[in-house]
């Protein structure tokens, strides 16, 4: 097995690809976003839970590949809990992180996000990795449900 | 001056003294024309299994293609000069080239187009739009690709008109029944696809043609996965438009076909206007050029077309029955190597089908299976395949899809099982 997919398919990711958390729905979510990779069938739904300025829960549900869902696993997990503009700034961090590589990037900063380091060598998988953020940026941006799609 | 002695001899003709019997498919003679077929791909050798997005090409098409440029090339239909008649014969040629391919009664039944989405759009929009009134209906099948769902789609929305579907079973076989009660009196145009891409089924297009044409219902057949893998014979099926592409029948991108009968090309209003579609413009009215150039507006791709033309001749230099019939033998290779791995499931197992070996695994996403695969050098494509209906109808959101060419074999299909063996291993 080549030590590229090693590193894209981390213990990691196989767990939360597998068990994803904060896989539910939120009642009576303030944001939600709908996130679509109409090429390979990745579809996942965004749930958000805004106090003010503060990310009080996150969540989401759908289905996709493990690099999709692990992201969005990993996503909920390391957000929730974050003012808004703690996750733009990770966002930004981790766009750069699966497009440019783990050198560019404090990997402190992120966290368990580094797991997804390896999906820099994987160019056709960094919009799995990225979906579930786009989704994100969309539901902070708009008032109440967008739709996105990296395609 | 005194005359040659000893005149040329009249050219000698060629005797085959021992012809043989039955002439023999070679593979690996095949596989040795097309050059990419030997590179590595990450370190190992490539598993080329997406032919049916796109086949590779094999070295005469590429040189046919390299001759027209360097001796050739020039504007077609409308210099005097030298280059341009040649240009004319080369293009032209291509069209007979077609015809013969196709077993169409005319050359003037051949119009080159993009692909065989440009034709499948160029016959809703002029054809259809002729045909298809407030209140009638389009019918299509629920196994169409959507280049042949979303012209007509168009079609009805701009019309008034209804897109019925042609429902099949959970095997990927047309429900002919169904498909016959849904002709109706508003039923105007039948589409169909000759080769279904997602699944592989084989459609009896002759005997729709003939339930349609039983009711006065035309039939548009998509042929993108049906030329590459079986007789297309549009007199035998009598099918009122067949449409393939160049790109997935060895041929180059750019480049298909739209076979209409005469008819049907006569009555249809021409579909872009410009150049070379014209006999006379005035500021007035336009004559228009006739059939094919009617339908033909701009300069086309010769090159394409030349390269096309390369294609059907250098399949037509194999023995084509036998070849088909090594593709055929790999499929049923393939197929029972797969079904014996457990969890796999085949998606489309109709009795009959060509080329096609869709497939879902454990609840192994289709897009890592075609990633762990791409590291072994083995080429699959995974989605939904341009058929979402398809996909929505078999309760999927994808499928991993293996898709064979006639330069396939059985040591690449073990490579794909050996490949899938690792991919149970990384993701069980």
Known sequence: MSSELDDLYQEVILDHGRRPRNFRKIEGATRQAEGLNPLCGDHFQLYLKLDGDRIE???????????SKASASLMTSSIKGKTVAEAEQLFAEFHTLVTEGPDKVSLSELGKLAALSGVCEFPTRVKCASLVWHALKSALAAKSTAVVSTE | MTSPVHPSPPEAEVVTLHRP??????????????????????????????????????????EAMARFFDQENANVHRGVHFLSERATEAYEGARERVRRFLNARQASEIVFVRGTTEALNLVAFTFGRLKVRAGDEVLVTAMEHHSNIVPWQMLCEQQGARLTVAPIDDRGVLDLEELERRIGPRTRVLCVTHVSNALGTVNPVKRIVALAHARGVPVVVDGAQGAPHLPADVQALDCDFYAFSGHKIYGPTGIGVLYAKAEHLEAMPPWQGGGDMILSVTFERTTYNRIPHKFEAGTPNMAGAVGLAASLDWLAKLPLALA???????????????????????????PEKAAVLSFVFEDIHPHDIGTVLDREGIAIRTGHHCAQPLMQRLGLSATARASLGLYNTRGEIDALVAGLEKVRRMFA
């Not at chain 2, 990419?36 to 090409?57: E, F």
């Open chain 1, 57 to 67: 829960d996150i969540s989401f549900d759908g289905s996709g590949c493990a690099i």
């Open chain 2, 324 to 350: 088909w019939e090594h593709e055929q033998d790999l499929l049923d290779y393939a197929t029972k190597a797969l079904s014996r791995i457990g969890g796999l499931r085949l998606v489309g197992t109709a």
């Open chain 2, 21 to 62: 019997v039955r002439e023999a498919f070679d593979v690996e003679r095949v596989r040795c024309e097309f050059p990419i077929l030997a590179r590595p791909v990450r370190g190992r050798p490539l598993v080329y299994l997406d032919s049916a997005a796109t086949t590779q090409k094999p070295r005469p098409v590429v």
